[in-house]
């Protein structure tokens, strides 16, 4: 459970006992479903994170993209509001690079939102390889979070931060990969391979 999720729900319980003090115990029904939910959508359950040379989803939802960019290849994942959303790296190896940088707030489904919407970059060296993956902000997802700096090193499905409620993450991975999974797949964050090194 992130920590997030805790304080939210006290919030949103002990507006509901406020409610019902003030009102009747049947209104405050909506604010104690809401501080239920935070619990849920705040989950962190734990992942096997799979051996060997490949590459697992930084994050829980759908691949919506996998297609070949920039002498690689970008994979997407769309999140909803009951994926899990704590983001994890795709590799072993040190942190690079950390950009935020602002935008819209466009349906994280739409193919535009990798470039225009509210983004975290975050760069990871290792194994051989260069990694690159967005945190990417939705309609609802106001907040980005990073838990990592440049110069940390992380291991292949570690926890580097969550973007709070429906959201995207993209990943760009180099020509040395091969990836494993087609659009419309569904991938858990640090569990799933989304790719595989060449020759191994």
Same mark, same amino acid.
């Given at each position: 459970?992130?920590?997030?999720?805790?304080?939210?729900?006290?919030?949103?319980?002990?507006?509901?006992?406020?409610?019902?003090?003030? @009102?009747?115990?049947?209104?405050?029904?909506?604010?104690?479903?809401?501080?239920?939910?935070?619990?849920?959508?705040?989950?962190?359950?734990?992942?096997?994170?799979?051996?060997?040379?490949?590459?697992?989803?930084?994050?829980?939802?759908?691949?919506?993209?996998?297609?070949?960019?920039?002498?690689?290849?970008?994979?997407?994942?769309?999140?909803?509001?009951?994926?899990?959303?704590?983001?994890?790296?795709?590799?072993?190896?040190?942190?690079?690079?950390?950009?935020?940088?602002?935008?819209?707030?466009?349906?994280?489904?739409?193919?535009?939102?990798?470039?225009?919407?509210?983004?975290? @970059?975050? @760069?990871?060296?290792?194994?051989?390889?260069?990694?690159?993956?967005?945190?990417?902000?939705?309609?609802?997802?106001?907040?980005?979070?990073?838990?990592?700096?440049?110069?940390?090193?992380?291991?292949?499905?570690?926890?580097?931060?969550?973007?709070?409620?429906?959201?995207?993450?993209?990943?760009?991975?180099?020509?040395?990969?091969?990836?494993?999974?087609?659009?419309?797949?569904?991938?858990?964050?640090?569990?799933?391979?989304?790719?595989?090194?060449?020759?191994?």
């Amino acid at each position: 459970m992130v920590i997030d999720g805790i304080y939210y729900a006290l919030g949103f319980t002990a507006g509901g006992l406020v409610v019902s003090y003030l @009102t009747r115990p049947a209104f405050g029904i909506p604010l104690f479903i809401v501080a239920w939910f935070c619990l849920y959508f705040f989950r962190d359950p734990d992942r096997e994170i799979p051996p060997g040379p490949v590459a697992v989803s930084p994050a829980d939802g759908k691949v919506v993209v996998v297609r070949p960019e920039d002498g690689g290849t970008r994979i997407s994942i769309f999140l909803n509001v009951f994926d899990v959303h704590v983001n994890r790296s795709p590799i072993a190896g040190t942190i690079t690079g950390v950009k935020y940088t602002k935008g819209e707030f466009l349906v994280a489904s739409r193919e535009d939102a990798s470039h225009r919407n509210e983004m975290n @970059t975050i @760069t990871v060296e290792g194994e051989g390889s260069r990694v690159v993956f967005k945190q990417i902000a939705g309609l609802i997802a106001r907040r980005i979070v990073c838990w990592k700096k440049p110069g940390e090193t992380v291991a292949r499905g570690q926890r580097v931060g969550l973007i709070k409620f429906g959201s995207r993450v993209d990943i760009w991975l180099g020509p040395e990969w091969t990836p494993a999974v087609s659009e419309g797949q569904r991938v858990s964050g640090g569990s799933s391979i989304l790719a595989k090194k060449k020759g191994s």
